[in-house]
């Protein structure tokens, strides 16, 4: 159930038996012949279909996040890494005074990994606050899968092209990755991977992406129990 379908009477009566809270944080930014919001879209997805099985709330996604490597391809929108983790500061403590206590951190961009280390301060800081974070790209479970598919997982290739981030037609042909000399101005960084794909397979069949989105269903799942550290 996300925050848009309640209106505060209704948030109130669930903090009365639950104080679990699903926060998407995601990007605005290129993924070659995929949606502009991929990186908001998988996690969002994911998040939905948790609360479908457990009840626990969505808040309203965070759309931008920090791609200053990107700003070259129109559509990109990015913030300081300062005004962002400001941002999730902000979020956090208001929700806090509100009486949720075990957040579930669902990104879908890299780029927002300096978030945990603020989120680790606001754990030293807020009474009794929980907080976990997953990157579902990242996890293992989602590894493991690239292994037993022999499928290289990179930025807007196959591995984020579900059949709800499409929006164009994707190339057959598989990309070669190209060679980083190593951190690049925007510029350059168009330069270097053309469409914006990393490389690799544009897409696979629908069983392998259902395979995927399943076994990051799971880890959510799990997570939503507050029984480990997040990953």
């Not at 981030?165 to 190593?182: A, D, I, M, R, Y």
Request: charged share 20%; aromatic share 10%.
């Amino acid at each position: 159930m996300r925050f848009e379908e309640l209106s505060w009477f209704d948030v109130e009566s669930y903090l009365e038996k639950d104080d679990r809270l699903m926060l998407v944080i995601g990007a605005c930014e290129q993924h070659a012949y995929l949606s502009l919001l991929t990186d908001v879209k998988i996690p969002l997805a994911l998040a939905d279909a948790a609360s479908k099985q457990t009840g626990v709330l969505v808040a309203p996604p965070l759309n931008f996040g920090v791609s200053p490597y990107f700003k070259a391809y129109p559509g990109t929108l990015s913030l300081q890494v300062k005004t962002f983790l400001n941002v999730i500061g902000d979020l956090v403590r208001s929700v806090h005074k509100q009486g949720f206590r075990r957040l579930l951190f669902l990104n879908g961009h890299g780029g927002n990994d300096p978030a945990r280390a603020r989120l680790s301060e606001l754990a030293n800081q807020l009474d009794s606050l929980q907080v976990l974070w997953y990157s579902w790209w990242g996890s293992h479970s989602v590894e493991v899968l690239a292994q037993k598919y022999d499928l290289e997982p990179n930025h807007a290739n196959w591995l984020e092209a579900f059949p709800f981030t499409k929006v164009s037609p994707l190339p057959e042909e598989k990309k070669n990755p190209p060679h980083v000399p190593g951190i690049l101005s925007a510029e350059k960084v168009r330069e270097l991977y053309g469409d914006g794909s990393f490389g690799g397979a544009y897409e696979v069949e629908d069983g392998v992406m259902d395979d995927i989105f399943q076994a990051a269903l799971q880890d959510v799942l799990q997570k939503l129990k507050f029984s480990s550290p997040g990953r």
